[in-house]
């Protein structure tokens, strides 16, 4: 086959699967669990232009198969899903009810997957002990079992398959099935142990790939291999076809919805190889080539190696049999097991006559330090990780993906607007008392005096108070009826680009109520929590566009600090999480300390977050000393804050406790606003304390950008670029994803 001809073949499939979405999409109504998919399939046909039209494929469907390498089945298969999109998308009929699994399994024959097996075949030539994972029909199993000499492990989820490769393979010597499942523990399931892992195509499946990683990783001793097949990126052939089998069952989260791979259901290769790393590989080869025809698919062969490290799921037991065989000098192992270790029965048996050194890859306290010293006589010394940097670009990129599908200029435009007619609601309410001097107008609200002057700043700044607080604007622009017009404008516009109505119903309800809130006859904690209720305070923190991309961007960062270790992560001022549910899942594994000054939202966390081991929960409060509160400097590697230090009575006092916590080369994630928004001042600004930094000169809610790189600097902190980027659409909305490093000392 000429390498042309398939890039060629592959975009004729493409196309015919483009204009199949665009006409099944309009008319059809998608079942929950495929809400994902219509979702990718509107990211895209937001990226190309597609007639909307029914076209039944000709022959070139088939002939783009065949050169592809794909058995006619596969043609045949697509092209029945192509014509029953509607009915597959509304859930009306399910790929299993229209095709056996020897039909299903054509997806994985083809010459993109053949030249990745004869290439896994390679690396894992000689290998005596194999675990294969996600086995299927085996395609993947007849060209590598060959090449392997010992024991090969096939497994898979399904006894069907299990049952199927043990008649194939009966006479193969060493060849063995069990079923496994790859999201739940491998120990549990009687699999303790491999020299080498081979997936393919099926680590996708996983609900949670850092969690599996990790159990893959808990199998390899340091060196041993993990050698998978996977797609970089989706394409329209599969959104069409096999992606309606990546939907879980209704009342089950998705694969990748716990992730990193949030919309999609791949990872592109610099994810992979930021999973791997932080679940303890190091990623050593990828093919094919950049430059080979056959990369133009996107599947891919990763071949991965266990680091130095020994696993945290490893038992004391298995540690020092492993040290012991092994004859080791030097260790890494986790903090978590060097807390074990000393205690452990078998502590007193292990002969580790060669055992200099142990490095801790987490954080000991002094006593836990000498009695590891104590119990083997060795060296014990922080594990001295590269030191993490971050990608800001790639972060910023990260968050660009993921909100693809929303019109930017759009939904700039639509807080804009929001912020116009809050400034109006102002007005409104002030009628009775503008144009007399300010005392006057400001003793209408002796418990909000504070705002009331901020109030008039802003509407004097923004053109529509004269100096002597004479309204500008006609008053037929801010009258009752003409306010309650452009509210509902205000919501329209915030439904079309956001999609979801509590934070435009939270500021209309506020607007309706100001008289009350001014005169004190209506407390704004209870609009922002009904009936005690936190799910409009949620909705409030998650569905803005400036959130969406500010907890995508963070989460990137963090995934990037926490690669190839383990980090202690302080989350300060946590609240509803709604940062924390998007960082947890980036994390393959860490120790991550959710706190807040608020015994309220702590305890809900404890409810949604308490099953999670890597997550622990505290008290902490951003306006007292760290001592005061049981906290000891120098203890976290990350210290995350999402929109909580705008809260604090003196920011600069709070970034300094902060910045005491972290580690030297320790990173501190922070979002925050940096103009005044005009909507909070009519509504969440009720409830924020005055402040004693830089805000109280100018009475403003919030720090500017120029102020913010000014706490940062006082604090001794390295400020990395921030986000979003000069000239993004969102960085008119002044919310800023700042990243900053305390310094490490000169080694």
């Not at 975009?11 to 483009?18: D, G, P």
């Not at 893959?216 to 309606?244: C, D, Q, W, Y």
């Not at 116009?420 to 909000?448: F, K």
């Not at 926490?562 to 120790?591: C, N, Q, S």
């Amino acid at each position: 086959m000429n390498g042309e001809d398939i890039p060629k073949a592959l975009r004729v499939i493409e196309e015919i699967s483009l204009r199949a979405m665009a006409a099944a999409l309009p008319s059809c109504v998608p079942a929950p669990r495929h809400e994902w998919l219509a979702e990718r399939w509107r990211a895209a046909l937001s990226a190309e232009d597609v007639t909307p039209e029914a076209v039944e494929p000709g022959p070139e469907f088939e002939k783009a198969y065949a050169a592809l390498g794909f058995p006619p089945a596969m043609a045949a298969l697509h092209r029945v899903t192509l014509g029953r999109l509607r009915d597959l998308l509304a859930d009306r009929v399910t790929l299993p009810d229209l095709f056996g699994a020897a039909e299903l399994a054509a997806y994985q024959d083809n010459v993109f997957t053949r030249f990745l097996n004869a290439a896994a075949a390679h690396v894992l030539g000689g290998t005596r002990d194999v675990l294969e994972i996600g086995g299927g029909e085996g395609l993947a199993t007849a060209t590598i079992l060959p090449a392997v000499t010992g024991k090969y492990l096939f497994t898979d989820v399904s006894r069907v398959f299990t049952v199927a490769a043990a008649e194939r393979y009966r006479d193969r010597e060493g060849f063995v099935t069990a079923v496994l499942d790859m999201d739940q523990d491998f120990g549990e399931q009687g699999i303790t142990a491999a020299a080498a892992v081979f997936a393919g195509n099926a680590v996708h499946n996983a609900a949670h790939l850092g969690r599996t990683l990790r159990r893959i990783r808990g199998l390899l001793e340091p060196g041993g291999k993990l050698v998978f097949t996977e797609s970089s990126h989706e394409n329209h052939a599969l959104l069409t076809s096999m992606a309606f089998l990546l939907s879980a069952p209704d009342g089950k989260a998705r694969p990748g919805t716990a992730d990193r791979r949030a919309g999609s259901p791949f990872l592109d290769e610099p994810g992979w190889r930021a999973e791997l790393a932080a679940a303890g590989f190091t990623l050593r080869s990828v093919l094919p080539e950049p430059d080979s025809p056959l990369a133009v698919a996107g599947q891919r062969l990763f071949v991965a190696v266990a680091t130095d490290e020994i696993p945290a799921e490893w038992s004391p037991a298995k540690v020092l049999a492993h040290l012991e065989r092994t004859g080791a000098e030097h260790a890494v192992l986790p903090a978590s097991t060097l807390r074990r270790l000393p205690e452990h029965p078998a502590a007193l048996l292990a002969d580790l006559p060669r055992l200099r050194r142990i490095e801790s890859s987490g954080w000991l306290t002094d006593a836990e330090t000498e009695a590891v010293r104590d119990a083997f006589g060795v060296e014990v010394v922080r594990h001295t990780a590269v030191e993490a940097r971050v990608d800001v670009a790639a972060a910023g990129a990260a968050a660009d993906r993921a909100l693809a599908h929303i019109d930017l200029p759009a939904a700039v435009e639509a807080v804009e607007g929001l912020g116009r007619t809050a400034l109006l609601s102002m007005v409104n309410v002030l009628r009775p008392v503008l144009g007399r001097a300010e005392d006057d107008i400001l003793a209408i609200t002796p418990g909000h005096r504070r705002l009331l002057e901020r109030w008039l700043d802003v509407l004097k700044a923004e053109g529509l108070l004269t100096a002597d607080h004479r309204p500008v604007p006609d008053p037929a622009e801010y009258s009752d009826e003409a306010l309650e017009k452009a509210w509902q404008r205000a919501r329209r516009a915030w439904l079309d680009t956001v999609g979801s109505a509590g934070t435009i119903d939270y500021a209309i309800a506020n607007a309706r109520k100001l008289p009350e809130l001014l005169a004190g006859r209506e407390q704004a904690v209870n609009l922002l929590f009904p009936q005690g209720r936190t799910d409009l305070a949620a909705a409030l923190y998650r569905e803005n566009v400036t959130g969406r991309y500010q907890h995508h961007a963070v989460s990137a960062l963090a995934a990037g600090i926490a690669a190839g270790r383990r980090v202690r992560i302080l989350e300060v001022g946590a609240g509803t999480g709604a940062t924390t549910d998007h960082v947890l899942p980036a994390l393959a594994d860490a120790e991550y300390l959710y706190t807040d000054v608020s015994a309220y939202f702590l305890d809900q966390a404890k409810e949604r977050l308490g099953g999670d081991p890597r997550v622990h929960f505290g008290r902490f409060d951003i306006d007292l000393p760290i001592a005061d509160q049981g906290f000891s400097p120098e203890s976290f590697d990350l210290v995350i804050g999402g929109g909580v230090l705008n809260a604090a009575q003196d920011t600069d006092a709070s970034v300094a406790r902060l910045t005491e916590l972290l580690v030297p080369g320790g990173w501190l994630l922070l979002t925050e606003p940096t103009v005044e928004e005009f909507w909070i001042l009519t509504s969440q600004a009720f409830l924020m304390a005055d402040a004693a930094d830089d805000r109280a000169g100018n009475r403003a809610s919030f720090l500017t950008l120029p102020q913010w790189n000014a706490v940062l600097d006082r604090a001794g902190l390295l400020r990395a670029d921030g986000l979003p980027a000069a000239g993004h659409p969102l960085e008119p909305l002044g919310h800023r994803v700042f990243a900053a490093r305390k310094p490490a000392p000169p080694r």
